[in-house]
């Protein structure tokens, strides 16, 4: 007897995509080799919850608003390639970098699995502290900006921190502009280590801060949102 299988069309990428790729290699190793059914049928349940269970997380989770779920399939998307070409932007972006998405449309289950509960993540950080001014540091198509806004009181902010200027304008024109939280959202262009030490001699204060960039300078980041605001909540995306 054979376990039902929904067939997964990208590379596993989380824990439970290992687990659910090595349950199935079992059963269908085991398929001809005589052991307790009972054993058989505990492989085969335990199968099936690591398949099913970020797609029920999913399901019972609070859904992104209109707007944010237009931000991730635009950046599914967006012909990246040509606007390098056209030299708007200066490097060719993966969707991966979309707050914990991953590369292409064929990982729509865990690009649509990751946004809900990433952006939900933030919101709810938002909420539980109290946040009325928030920072992050690495904008791209703006998913993680807009989901925190929406969170905030209506005189809270978000100061953004982008490298890249192209994509003030064209997150504004897409998803800020459009959202009634928008107005919220503060996009600063620049070296972010350079950003965030103006906004040190500006005594800026932020209640939570985000950081979605270049990983290799976490630290010097720290160094300087730390002394920014004693107990400030930092929140940092690791890659995979």
């Not at 059963?27 to 099913?52: G, Q």
């Not at 972010?192 to 630290?219: G, N, P, T, V, W």
Request: with cysteine.
């Amino acid at each position: 007897m054979q376990t039902e299988t929904k067939q997964r069309r990208y590379p596993p990428h989380t824990f439970m995509d290992v687990m659910e790729d090595n349950l199935q290699k079992a059963l269908e190793l085991l398929e001809n080799v005589e052991i307790p059914e009972e054993a058989r049928d505990l492989i085969r349940k335990t199968h099936v919850i690591a398949r099913d269970v970020y797609p029920y997380s999913e399901k019972y989770s609070t859904q992104p608003s209109p707007i944010l779920k237009g931000i991730w399939e635009r950046t599914m998307g967006e012909d990246w390639k040509g606007l390098h070409a056209e030299g708007k932007i200066s490097y060719i972006p993966s969707p991966i970098m979309m707050t914990d998405s991953t590369e292409g449309k064929r990982f729509s289950r865990f690009v649509s699995y990751t946004i809900t509960s990433l952006g939900g993540l933030l919101q709810m950080l938002v909420k539980v502290t109290g946040a009325k001014n928030c920072l992050e540091v690495g904008m791209f198509t703006g998913f993680s900006t807009l989901s925190m806004a929406e969170a905030l009181p209506e005189d809270g902010r978000v100061v953004s921190l982008e490298l890249e200027p192209f994509f003030e304008e064209y997150n504004r024109r897409n998803a800020f502009d459009k959202s009634p939280h928008g107005h919220k959202i503060h996009v600063r262009i620049g070296n972010a280590r350079d950003i965030l030490e103006e906004l040190a001699e500006e005594k800026m204060q932020f209640d939570l801060a985000f950081l979605d960039a270049d990983k290799k300078s976490y630290q010097k980041y720290f160094e300087v949102i730390l002394p920014i605001r004693d107990g400030v909540a930092l929140v940092c995306r690791r890659d995979q």
